[in-house]
């Protein structure tokens, strides 16, 4: 729980307040029966984090570089659009979807923004989730409610990525309203769902970051050390991951003159090492569910491209060409969540 909590005694009162019903020995009120029906620990737990995360001054500030930043990629795109429109080089085609990846070079887009600075909402959400319960001894109390320890770390995940989901979704939608009454082209139901889909990959984009920073918050007691974790991992995949390949691309590249399967076989192990990346993987997925014109994230040969016929893919295809790259970024998520659930449930509270 934050600060915030921690100084007003009224969220603390009515939690206990709720969930003590749920240990009333014997015969029940009619106020408890009716109380146990309506509130169970889990959501009351959800609920309390949720209003915590909309009240901190972190996530404020937070939210307010995110949103600066997506104002910038909307003036860029918008730039970009009209610049085209008026030279006559953009498709008209899916035209709504290149506010999220268009831009006139000044700036980064929509994607891009929310594939750097994503990440920072998850880890800010979560590097403190237990261990600062530990600190301030609010953990074995709270457990000694009638509450599960499973309950406990689903519902501070579920909060989170709840508080995320509506972020994200209401900055996407914002970015489609604000391109509606700029640019005055409406979008066709196609371009909606794509959005949708992306904004869905987003939120499982930083629902990973999310729960690496909570596994971080189980395994060190001081939130700086969290924090700091949770953020050198980031830099490393942002920054210096594909640095790295770079240095192993060239070390291991093949003479130009070796035959197509040597190169076709060091292409698909380096595509392979760029695939370890999550941030790799939410660039492809969001390139192909915002750019119809995506065919392939892998080698083509020229066979296959001789008689390829030059359209944008529908909607269902492009699903199917980015499933296993929003699989992979599930499985992460799943097993940072289960190693913090796993690790969570073998450690020793004690009441301070």
Known sequence: MSETTANRGGYWKRLTEQLSVL?????????AKRELGTVSPFWAIVRKEFGDHMRSWRFGILLGIIVLACIGS????????QAGTQSQQTDDSFLFLRMFTAS????????????FLGPLMGIALGFDAVNSERNKGTLSRLLSQPIYRGDFILAKFAAALLLIAVVLYSLGFSVMGLGLVIIGYPPTP??????????????IYVGFWLNLSILF?????QGATSALSGIALWLFFSVFYSM????????TAPADASAFTVLLRHYNLMLLLDRLSPAFLFSEATSTLLMPSVRTLGPLTTEQVAMAIASPLPLLQSVLLSWPQLVGLLAATMICFGLSYALFMRQEIRSR
């Open 74 to 81: 909307i003036y860029a795109a918008v730039t970009a659009i």
């Open 244 to 251: 790295i390949t770079g240095l192993i691309d060239k070390a």
């Open 190 to 203: 196609e371009e909606v769902l794509r959005v949708s889909l992306f904004l869905l990959v987003a939120v």
């Open 217 to 221: 918050s189980i395994c060190f007691r």
């Open 23 to 31: 240990r009333i020995p014997g015969p029940k009120s009619e106020f």
């Open 104 to 115: 006139d070079g000044s700036l980064p887009t929509f994607v891009t923004f929310v594939s």
